[in-house]
């Protein structure tokens, strides 16, 4: 199978993207889905763009948008496709690809059955390409297969549309219990959702994604950071690219410290199994604590963004990038958005007993209608680090007892200020 377009650029694996911005490069890479984008202009008519997810063996997820309809047409969720002469962009911290009038695609692949079931050699000898490409190709049908399993959802999605009769028992919700002493939930034998009341002891961000030297793991334990003047880069650790749904991180940067079998390859938290990728807080521990024990939380992109006041961490990049630039923080710069009166929903609630400096804040900063959503991020993240043993929060956590205590036992779903009564 050969193209009557030139390349104009190398056929690179996506977790070299980064080294490639504004350049034009190959990809082959097995597409998980297609996206169709409408919407129409100001001045009228209507433009189609389709968003395409792909991976590789390099990396398992990665963006592209589709600008021609005969490009869209061809691309097919559970394909293995040759993309010609797409450039790779940068938006803020987003590196993918798009293709612009001189691209071309070419369907090594289809349909997906055959990828599955047939052997490296039998594909091998159905495709013509050369030989750098045909490298490639194998790297990518040997990895798809051995996450087949994973992928087996993409199939049932594409060719089989009916409804399709559940072959498992859908789990009963946990019973939700309440506990008065961390104590009680550190000893559970059984798996569950716990509520129970704790103060803020530390944030600790494990950076795993590259390398510290002993005098930097300090820098692990947020509440070292957050006083230090001169440490401005704490967003960047906070964030990375990722899933909203499940709060997995996706990004290249992992790729030296995770092997692929490791980044999930699905989404549990997705319906149709799906990442939704973009900007997300980090994987994190809470540490919360009160008079008998101590216990760390899991928390992940959701939690978080309640446990900052639902501020989303594309929010406070976005702001936090343009006064590093030099910009002022302004709607242009999509830095600021106006408040609702309930901001930060989740750390400060509707009882009047639980109005506290978080509610200050919040009320001072409606009286503008444009606000710096870094300060305010900072602000929230400084005033739990200094809770101290005042104010307890409010935690709902879901218990799984299969799971170490320092790798995710206690997960936290929600938190909130409880209404407490004064003498």
């Not at 559970?188 to 390398?211: D, H, M, Q, Y």
């Not at 290249?252 to 989404?267: A, R, V, W």
């Amino acid at each position: 199978m050969t193209s009557t377009i030139g390349w104009y650029g190398p056929l690179i694996d996506l977790s070299k993207a980064t080294s490639h911005i504004g350049d034009f490069v190959q990809l082959l890479v097995f597409v998980h889905r297609c996206n169709p984008v409408q919407y129409k202009l100001s001045t009228g008519g209507e433009v189609i763009r389709t968003d395409i997810q792909v991976g590789d063996d390099t990396l398992p997820f990665f963006s592209v948008s589709l600008w021609q309809k005969q490009l869209a047409a061809k691309a097919v969720a559970g394909d293995v496709i040759l993309l010609q002469n797409v450039k790779i962009t940068k938006f803020g911290c987003v590196v993918d690809a798009r293709t612009v009038q001189f691209s071309s695609l070419i369907c090594l692949i289809h349909p997906y059955d055959l990828l599955i079931s047939k052997g490296v050699d039998d594909l091998m000898g159905e495709s013509r390409v050369g030989k750098t490409t045909m490298e490639k190709f194998v790297k990518v049908i040997k990895w798809v297969q051995r996450a087949g399993s994973s992928l087996h959802h993409i199939r049932l999605s594409n060719f089989e549309k009916r409804q399709l009769p559940r072959n498992w028992i859908v789990p009963e919700q946990s019973e939700l219990r309440d506990f008065f002493l961390l104590s009680e939930v550190l000893h559970l034998r059984n798996s569950c959702k716990a509520v129970f009341n704790a103060s803020v002891g530390e944030i600790f961000l494990p950076i795993t994604w590259r390398a510290l030297g002993d005098s930097d793991k300090e820098k692990m334990f947020v509440s070292r950071r957050i006083t230090n003047v001169e440490d401005s880069n704490l967003v960047e650790d906070f964030t990375c690219i990722g899933c909203q749904l499940c709060g997995s991180p996706l990004d290249s940067e992992n790729g030296h410290i995770f092997n692929q079998n490791s980044i999930p390859l699905y989404c549990p938290k997705s319906s149709d199994h799906l990442h939704v990728v973009s900007l997300i807080y980090r994987p994190l521990m809470l540490y919360v604590w009160d008079e008998s024990e101590y216990l760390p939380l899991l928390i992940r992109n959701k939690a978080a963004e309640l446990l900052f006041g639902n501020i989303k961490a594309e929010r406070v990049y976005s702001c936090y990038r343009g006064q590093k630039t030099g910009q002022n923080c302004d709607q242009k710069n999509h830095c600021t958005e106006t408040i609702p009166k309930a901001t930060g929903k989740a750390v400060v609630d509707s009882c009047p007993s639980g109005a506290d400096e978080s509610q200050q804040v919040a009320g001072k900063h409606n009286h503008h209608k444009n606000v710096d959503l870094h300060l305010v991020w900072l602000i929230v993240l400084k005033m739990l680090l200094q809770q101290g043993k005042n104010s307890p929060l409010k935690f709902e956590v879901t218990v799984d007892t299969s799971l170490e205590v320092e790798n995710g036992r206690f997960e936290m779903v929600s938190v909130s200020i409880p209404c407490m009564r004064t003498r």
